[in-house]
């Protein structure tokens, strides 16, 4: 069966009544969405906060391939898995955005037996919190462009604006436009442009507020552009734009109870994308997970150098979280696509390929290691085309590098096929105490932090600039300079060049523009021809999407 008729044959339960069986949670602290789906109080979270907090498991992924790695669907079974072994675990995931659903990634809610559901809900609209934030940012954008019309009396300077819309959907046709069309009547003629959701700043900002106190302050302080000195920054605050804001937010700041397959609550909340935004779900929800469970998992997009990097120095440094280990999601069909074998070739035996795409988890693995301070088990995501030999080979490979190497069955069995999983990292949680460092101090400068990353992680030689942004950084050094880097670049290589597989090195990184992205609390570093506004490929996911007569979706996936 595919993901979308495994999920819609699952037996769900009442999520009021699984919350009060499994964590104790009041009826009266839940918001339901109709029978599967909640939304938890803010109040009842606070009430947690003298809670002692669990132990925080990160799971990562090689770079990623078409083929897929399943991380996801990894972080899912392995709860379902903690669980089945008597452990007090729940998992806290990303929403998915209906851009790459409609596209080519498809949805975010795991596969096989190995699911969180209503699959079909958390793929489409979910709770409504990606429309409020998108509402949120574009309410900005409208009182930018309507003090100006009135007068300007902030004295914006309308080619220094800074912050465009946003839409959440894959629409490479709005990535410029100008507005103002068509006479004074429609305001005032200008450039603008369309961000996904996921990369707007306040989906940032969602994601790291600590309560609605947090949220707004943190609205108040986006700078929307400068005055036409060029120099003084205009704040979202000089337009009062924050209250209204924030209360457009009132329901999305509270995180989302679901269940899996196996009817044990997850919590589902935010999702900025890892390679053009920092990829992790939001910090209220981790930490409800830690105060709720004894072991709580969680995922970071994208490859260990991406979405865990910046789980490690954004979401960790501004939280004060702390790892205890982490799970590097492989599979041997995207090995071998690293070792150059062709994405129609990959479910044939190729031992040599195997061998040349290890360079790519051994590299990812090194990061954790010794860059991220971090013990580690590396999951390999079970395909049914995996050879005997190639399993015997690549646990050989992993074995000689002092790592343990499981192979799960998660995708087929479920949390059964998965045990063995759980059990390795049960043996480092439970039994060491963890290093763990941030892969730059905080104290350099933003160029150095950029440096830092390219150098360490991605294996680059030298990173590059313009004069122009070398100047910007250094200016934003003054004011900013405690503030971490996120860096936006293509998720299929540790170099900015998506078609450079396995583990480059001695590349050069360029730096093609920078964002300051202050009330989130970080500076945006875009690297190489990335776009914050994708587009969707020659065959859509939507084409193959449906619904019948009877209201059941169809071609999710």
């Known amino acids: 069966m595919s993901d979308i008729e495994i999920a819609q044959k699952a037996s769900m339960k009442p999520i009021i009544n699984l919350a009060k069986q499994q964590f104790n949670i009041p009826a009266e602290h839940l918001d339901p969405y109709g029978h599967y789906k909640a939304k938890l109080s803010l109040e009842y979270i606070n009430s947690l906060k003298d809670k002692v907090d669990g132990k925080l498991i990160l799971v990562t992924a090689i770079s990623p391939t078409p083929a897929g790695e399943g991380k996801t669907t990894t972080t899912i079974g392995l709860g379902d898995a903690m669980n089945r072994l008597g452990k007090k675990t729940i998992i806290c ?24 559901i209503p699959m079909e809900d958390i793929n489409l609209h979910f709770t409504g919190d990606f429309h409020a934030i998108g509402i949120a940012h574009n309410l900005l954008a409208a009182l930018i462009d309507n003090h100006i019309n009135h007068g300007n009396s902030l004295d914006i300077d309308s080619r220094l604006i800074q912050w465009k819309r946003v839409v959440d959907m894959n629409d490479r046709a709005l990535r410029k436009i100008t507005i103002g069309q068509g006479g004074a009547a429609n305001g005032y003629l200008r450039e603008d442009g369309y961000d996904i959701v996921v990369a707007s700043e306040i989906m940032a900002i969602l994601c790291l507020a600590t309560n609605r106190a947090d949220l707004k302050a943190r609205l108040g302080r986006i700078i929307i552009g400068y005055k036409k000195d060029t120099v003084t920054p205009i704040y979202a605050s000089n337009l009062n734009a924050q209250g209204a804001m924030a209360a457009i937010l009132k329901d999305a700041i509270k995180p989302n109870l679901v269940q899996t397959l196996e009817n044990n609550i997850a919590i589902i909340h935010g999702g900025p994308f890892a390679n053009i935004a920092h990829g992790c779900n939001t910090v209220t929800a981790t930490k409800t997970g830690l105060k709720l469970a004894d072991y709580t998992i969680t995922e970071a997009g994208f490859g260990a150098d991406l979405g865990a990097e910046k789980f490690i120095d954004i979401k960790c440094r501004m939280a004060g979280l702390k790892p205890s280990a982490v799970v590097l999601v492989a599979t041997i069909r995207a090995l071998k696509f690293h070792g150059g074998v062709a994405k129609n070739q990959l479910n044939q035996e190729n031992l040599e390929a195997l061998e040349l795409g290890f360079v790519n988890l051994e590299r990812h693995l090194n990061n954790i290691n010794l860059h991220y301070g971090l013990p580690c088990v590396i999951c390999i995501n079970h395909f049914t085309f995996d050879s005997e030999a190639e399993i015997a080979l690549l646990q050989q490979k992993c074995n000689t590098l002092g790592v343990k190497c499981v192979v799960s069955k998660h995708w087929a069995e479920g949390g059964k096929g998965a045990e ?138």
Request: contains cysteine; negative net charge; aromatic residues 8%.
């Open 420 to 557: 063995n999983l759980a059990q390795e990292v049960l043996n480092i949680v439970d039994h060491r105490e963890p290093n763990f460092s941030y892969v730059y101090d905080e104290n350099l400068s933003l160029w150095e932090k950029i440096e830092a990353i390219a150098t360490k992680l991605y294996g680059a030689s030298s990173v590059i600039a313009s004069a122009t942004i070398k100047n910007q950084l250094a200016t934003w050094t003054k004011d900013y300079g405690r503030f971490p880097v996120c860096i936006a670049k293509t998720q299929m290589s540790f170099s900015t060049n998506p078609d450079i597989k396995g583990a480059p090195s001695g590349h050069t990184v360029e730096i093609s523009e920078v964002r300051l992205a202050n009330g989130a609390g970080f500076i945006v570093a875009i690297a190489g021809n990335m776009m914050t506004m994708p587009g969707l490929p020659k065959i859509p996911a939507a084409e193959s999407i449906d619904i019948k007569d009877d209201g059941t979706i169809t071609g999710l996936f």
């Open 93 to 116: 995931l990303r929403e998915p955005s209906l851009g790459p659903c409609f596209g080519l990634k498809g949805g975010a809610a795991g596969g096989g037996y190995s699911q969180v």
